[in-house]
């Protein structure tokens, strides 16, 4: 109820100051099992892309977070498990050994959609796009049949800088491309560059 | 409300169901299936019906009505403004000043009525403020560039579009009372010549006027748009302050601010690479889309009624 609550006061407040449009252009919201994956330069991104996807397929649809900021006990906590329904992953490899991609792993192979950054963190540079961990690469072998989604997050770094608290009622829009597959015999590399390629051509053309 | 408001509205109510009824009767005839004119012709009619409509119920609650509406207004106006126009990391203490503190400040002092801290406070206080803040960024790219884009950005979505309400502030002997006539009169001579000059390039256009701006915009159109909206702006002087010939002079000087104010608009949009501000208002694009020639028009329709009139 209070999760519920929460969940409907937080997208509806994103949708608010950021306008977000969503332009379905590569493929429509269906309720299919999909893995959207996300440039990111702001902890909103995956507020926004999650609050843009239409009702029915926002409750599947789990944000992939890092335990390391989002586990501290208190608000972050109860929103990461009861309200996002997230998925918690550590972002260092610990000394364990343990597959630090197991958790989002699992999640795919119940039937969940994700919300994945391939960055692995937050975009803080100059450049539109950082190099893709390989993370995705792992995650399209282990689970050929769900489609990725390209989704470009446009303004919302300009919204929400790191380390400012107000946000600016600038416009976003969410640009979702073509669903893409690994292609058998396609390299690790080829595919990350690949799946890059991808994400950057939904990007607006900045002068 | 004043007779001659209500008289108004039911004149441009009278209107707007002529508008449908041929928009309707267009689409009739061109059969079924999309007609991309037709179809954003009735967007753009059926637009209007719920901009009359929210302009209409701002008028009810009177002067603050009319402050709360271009609030909003320029708040739109500001924020697709500054979406489209890239700034970097360190401007953003100037952006919290535009959108927190310049755009709520100005229409206070609107509602105050101090017209001597409203009239300078965006183009003298803001303009040395704005980039002091950005100067603390310490990032020096493009910085004259940056800091223009906010204050442009303040002057024309903000300081131009409070120039409307402003106008409850005038003090027009003989005319008490009936200043929302005032703000009607230039709303609709403007927007109507936007209308007519897009009905009569429809109808009549050939010659483009300014292809590299606005391909849009035909000869045929601007003339046969302007000189009707002047005609109307004479016709309704009944709910001004002014008489035949001034009504026709000033409507005819509000249309040719409306005009080159869509040409501008439209060089900014064509360097930005879109075709429409935004696309909150159906058929129409963005707010700035159908703010363009209000914004041109309105500050020096404001000062040319406190000159000679007030």
Request: with cysteine; charged share 15%; hydrophobic share 50%.
């Amino acid at each position: 109820m209070l999760a519920n609550l929460t969940a409907y006061v937080i997208t509806s407040a994103a949708r608010l100051i950021t306008g977000a449009r969503a332009l379905w252009l590569g493929c429509t919201p269906e309720p299919v099992q999909r893995l959207y994956f996300a440039n990111h330069s702001s902890h909103g991104d995956f507020v926004l892309l999650w609050a843009s996807l239409p009702q029915a397929l926002r409750s599947r649809a789990r944000p992939v977070a890092g335990a390391d900021y989002w586990t501290k006990p208190g608000i972050r906590d109860f929103l990461i498990r009861q309200v996002f329904n997230g998925v918690l992953i550590n972002r260092q490899r610990d000394e364990g050994g343990g597959n630090p991609l197991q958790p989002v792993l699992d999640a795919v192979a119940q039937g969940d959609s994700l919300i994945f950054f391939p960055e692995g963190t937050r975009n803080l540079g100059d450049e539109p796009l950082m190099p893709f961990r390989s993370g995705l690469y792992h995650l399209a072998a282990a689970h050929p049949q769900v489609e990725l989604v390209p989704v470009w997050i446009a303004n919302l770094n300009r919204v929400m800088p790191k380390g400012r608290a107000l946000p600016l009622p600038l416009l976003c829009t969410l640009s979702f491309g073509e669903p893409m597959h690994l292609q058998a015999d396609e390299t690790k590399q080829a595919f990350l560059d690949r799946a890059s390629q991808a994400l950057l051509n939904l990007a607006p053309k900045d002068a | 409300m004043h007779d001659n408001t209500l008289s108004l509205f039911a004149g441009i109510g009278a209107l707007l169901l002529l508008a449908s009824v041929i928009g309707r009767l267009l689409k009739w005839r061109a059969g079924p299936g999309p007609h991309a004119v037709i179809d954003n012709l009735n967007a753009r009619i059926n637009a209007w019906w719920v901009m009359v409509l929210v302009i209409g119920i701002a008028f009810l609650f009177g002067k603050y009505g009319v402050i709360v509406l271009f609030y909003g207004v320029s708040f739109y106006a500001l924020r697709e403004f500054m979406t489209l126009t890239p700034t970097r990391r360190s401007d953003y203490p100037a952006l919290v000043a535009a959108f927190y503190v310049a755009l709520p400040v100005q229409y206070v002092l609107i509602a105050m009525d101090w017209y001597g801290m409203f009239s300078i406070f965006i183009p003298v206080y803001l303009f040395l403020l704005l980039p002091i803040l950005a100067s603390f960024g310490g990032d020096t790219t493009r910085f004259l560039e940056r800091a223009s884009k906010v204050q442009w950005g303040l002057m024309i979505a903000v300081y131009c579009v409070s120039s409307v309400p402003a106008l409850m502030t005038l003090d027009i002997p003989g005319y008490e009372g009936r200043n929302l006539l005032l703000i009607a009169w230039l709303i609709l001579v403007v927007q109507i010549s936007d209308v007519l000059q897009y009905v009569c390039g429809k109808l009549f256009g050939k010659h483009k006027v300014a292809p590299n701006l606005s391909p849009s915009k035909t000869v045929e159109g601007l003339a046969g748009g302007v000189a009707l909206a002047t005609l109307i702006g004479a016709l309704l002087c009944w709910i001004t302050p002014f008489n035949f010939w001034q009504a026709a002079l000033m409507a005819l000087a509000v249309n040719a601010m409306g005009f080159f104010g869509g040409l501008v608009m439209s060089a900014i949009k064509r360097d930005r690479g879109v075709k429409d501000w935004g696309h909150m208002i159906e058929g129409h694009g963005g707010m700035l889309d159908r703010m363009d020639s209000v914004c041109f028009a309105a500050p020096v329709f404001f000062h040319f009624v406190r000159y000679w009139w007030a």
